[in-house]
């Protein structure tokens, strides 16, 4: 439990940090944010790097949390959560590495143009394909039968395999119904004009979020009641 608790602590941590970011919020500084030789040097590129630093923790830090409330409800196993600080690591070191290359290039080779702040094409589409993986995941679920790996995981449930198949037949695929439909909604703005993108990712972004954890709530809600 305590190693899920530091996983969940990490994931709002990149949030917390990231956000200010991504917005655009953060000036020059010493102590906060992407110091790198390039970014130190023109405020434009600090931006603009910083901005895609934002990015890269918000995603990191919502992928981290979701994970750790899905464990936290007992739907995946809470061993889940050294996997979790294991992946955040690996990746905060590889974006830093991508990073640094990335504000090389953007002020040696091309400069902050109008494109280094859009939404762009990309984003949504790799949201689009963390979707479809929930997806998947709620599919499995809902057609599993009581194991330590998938499915919703609590007392209720391991009790009781008729509990296991109502809850999670139900809750599986309510949860792979709206990923797949919050996931052809990103696939959707990548054939929006960028005003449009920047308007609608971060609100679909954050109602994907809130109905992972509002079905897994659900969900343990659901599991409980059927055993009084």
Known sequence: MEILLTSLGLALLFLVLGIPLMLGKVKRNSLYGARFSATMADGRVWDVVNRKTGFLFVVGGAVAGIVDMLAVAGVVTRVVGQYVVGALVTYILIASVWLWRYSERVARDTGVTVRDMEVGRTAPLLVAIGC???????????????????????????????????????????????????GFMFLSLRNMTEDERKRLFSGLFIGWVISIVVVAIAGSLFANSLVR
């Open 132 to 182: 479809f993986a929930i997806v998947i995941a709620g599919v499995l679920s809902a057609f599993s039968t009581p194991n330590p790996w998938v499915g919703f995981r609590v007392p209720a449930t391991f009790a009781n395999p008729a509990v296991w198949h109502q809850v999670n037949l139900k809750a599986g695929l309510t949860l792979a119904v709206l990923s797949g439909v919050f």
